[in-house]
C-alpha cells in the first residue's frame, strides 16, 4: 500500500516539467538579471565599466570549463546528486556576491556562480535519457526552453527596476530566493533519470574521442557556438551600447531587453510545434537565417543614420526568433551523436557554446571604448550569425552526401 510519501522517497522517478523548466530558467537567469544594473555596479565599486563586465565573460568562462566536468559527473554518479550539490554551491557563491568587499571579491564569487549550468546541462541530458526518438526530443527541448525564457524573459526587467529604487543586491537576493526553491523542488521531485556508469572518472574522460571525431557533432557545436555567439556578444555589449550610446535608465535597458527573449520564446515555440515535421537540420537552418537577416537589416538601418535605441532593440527579436527556432534543434543533433553519452556530449557541446559565447562576450567589451557607437557590436553579432549558417550547412551537405 501506497503512502503519500512514496513518490517523494522514490528517487528513480522522472521530474515534473516544472523542475526541468525552472532549472533551465535559474541558469539562464543568473546569467542576465544584473545586466541593467553594470553601469551602477562599476560606479558602486568604483572600477572601469570594461572591469565589471568581465562579470560577463568570466561566468560564461567558467562555465564553459565546468560543462566539461558536469556530463561525465552526471553520466558516472547520476544526474540527481551533481545538481543537488552544484546547486548548493550556488548558493553558497550567492550570498559571497553579496558580502563582497570589493570588485575582485565580487568576480570571484560571481564566477562561482556558474556552477548553475548544471541546470541548463542536465535538464537536456534528462529529456534524452527519457525520449529516444531525436525530433521528439528536439520538440521536448523546444517546450521546456520556451517555458523556461518566462523567467528571463521578465529578468533583466525585474533586475532594471531594482537597481534603480533598491540597489544590485537586490538582483542577487532574489537569485537566492529562487535558488533555495529551485533546490527544494530538485530534491523532492527529480528522480534519478540515467544509469550510472560504473567506470571510474578518468574512463569517462576516455569516451571523448569518440564524440570528437564524430563531423556531425562538430557541425551541430560549431552551429550552435555561432548562433549563441552572437546573443553572447549581445549580452556583453548591449547595456553599454544602451547606457553610454543612447543615454538609458536601468529599468529602461532591462525592458528592452526583454525584446529578445519574447522572440526567443516565439521561436522556440516553433521548434516545438513544426520540429518533427520540418527536419531537425532544415529547422536550424531556417533559424540561422532568420537571425542574420534581422541583423542585416540592423546594420543597414545603422549604416543609413536611421539607427536609435528602438530599431537596435526590436530588430533583436529577430536574433530571439532565430535562435529559438535552431538552437533546439542543434542541441538535440549534439546529443544524438552517441545517445548512450548523452550527458558527457550536453555537457561538451555546452562547453565549446559557452566558450565561444564567453570569447565573444569579452571581445564586445573590448570593441567598445568610451566613445565607441554600436556599429561594432552589429558587425561582430553579424559575422556570428553567418559563421552558424556556413556550419549548418556543412551537416546538410554531409548528411546528403552520405
Known amino acids: 500500500m501506497s503512502t503519500p510519501n512514496a513518490r517523494f522517497l522514490n528517487r528513480a522517478t522522472p521530474p515534473k516539467i516544472v523542475t526541468l523548466i525552472l532549472m533551465a530558467g535559474l541558469s539562464a537567469l543568473t546569467m542576465n538579471i544584473f545586466l541593467p544594473s553594470l553601469p551602477s555596479m562599476a560606479a558602486w565599486f568604483d572600477v572601469p565599466y570594461a572591469f565589471m563586465q568581465l562579470s560577463v565573460a568570466l561566468y560564461l568562462l ?37 558580502l563582497a568587499p570589493n570588485a575582485v571579491a565580487f568576480l570571484i564569487f560571481r564566477m562561482l556562480q556558474a556552477v548553475i549550468a548544471s541546470g541548463m546541462v542536465l535538464s537536456r541530458a534528462v529529456v534524452r535519457d527519457v525520449t529516444t526518438d531525436p525530433g521528439q526530443a528536439a520538440s521536448m527541448i523546444g517546450y521546456v526552453t520556451m517555458g523556461m525564457t518566462l523567467v528571463p524573459m521578465i529578468g533583466p526587467v525585474i533586475g532594471g527596476y531594482l537597481d534603480q529604487y533598491i540597489g544590485w543586491q537586490a538582483n542577487f537576493g532574489l537569485l537566492f530566493g529562487m535558488g533555495l526553491l529551485v533546490l527544494g523542488l530538485i530534491y523532492a521531485d527529480l528522480g534519478e533519470t540515467a544509469t550510472p556508469s560504473t567506470t571510474g572518472m578518468f574512463q569517462q574522460f576516455q569516451k571523448y574521442p569518440a564524440l570528437l571525431k564524430s563531423t556531425a557533432f562538430w557541425g551541430y557545436c560549431l552551429c550552435a557556438a555561432f548562433a549563441s555567439g552572437c546573443f553572447f556578444a549581445y549580452l556583453g555589449g548591449a547595456p553599454y551600447v544602451g547606457n553610454q550610446v543612447f543615454g538609458l535608465s536601468s529599468s529602461q535597458i532591462g525592458k528592452l531587453f526583454a525584446l529578445t527573449a519574447v522572440g526567443y520564446a516565439m521561436g522556440n515555440f516553433v521548434a516545438g510545434r513544426f520540429s518533427a515535421r520540418v527536419g531537425m537540420n532544415r529547422m536550424v537552418l531556417l533559424g540561422t537565417l532568420a537571425t542574420t537577416g534581422g541583423l542585416g537589416v540592423l546594420a543597414l538601418l545603422t549604416l543609413a543614420g536611421l539607427s536609435g535605441p528602438v530599431v537596435f532593440f526590436s530588430l533583436t527579436i529577430a536574433m530571439g526568433i532565430g535562435n529559438g527556432m535552431s538552437l533546439p534543434n542543434a542541441n538535440a543533433g549534439i546529443l544524438s551523436a552517441r545517445p548512450d553519452l548523452a550527458g558527457t556530449a550536453s555537457g561538451l557541446g555546452g562547453a565549446i557554446t559557452i566558450g565561444g559565447g564567453a570569447a565573444l562576450a569579452a571581445l564586445a567589451g573590448a570593441i567598445l571604448p568610451p566613445g565607441a557607437t554600436e556599429m561594432p557590436l552589429i558587425l561582430l553579432m553579424l559575422a556570428s550569425s553567418l559563421a552558424s549558417n556556413l556550419a549548418i550547412l556543412a551537416v546538410i551537405g554531409r548528411a546528403r552526401a552520405a
Open 62 to 98: 567558467l562555465s564553459a570549463f565546468l560543462q566539461i566536468l558536469i556530463g561525465p559527473l552526471s553520466d558516472r554518479y547520476g544526474r540527481r546528486p551533481v545538481l543537488l550539490v552544484s546547486f548548493t554551491i550556488f548558493l553558497l557563491a550567492t550570498i559571497g556576491t553579496l
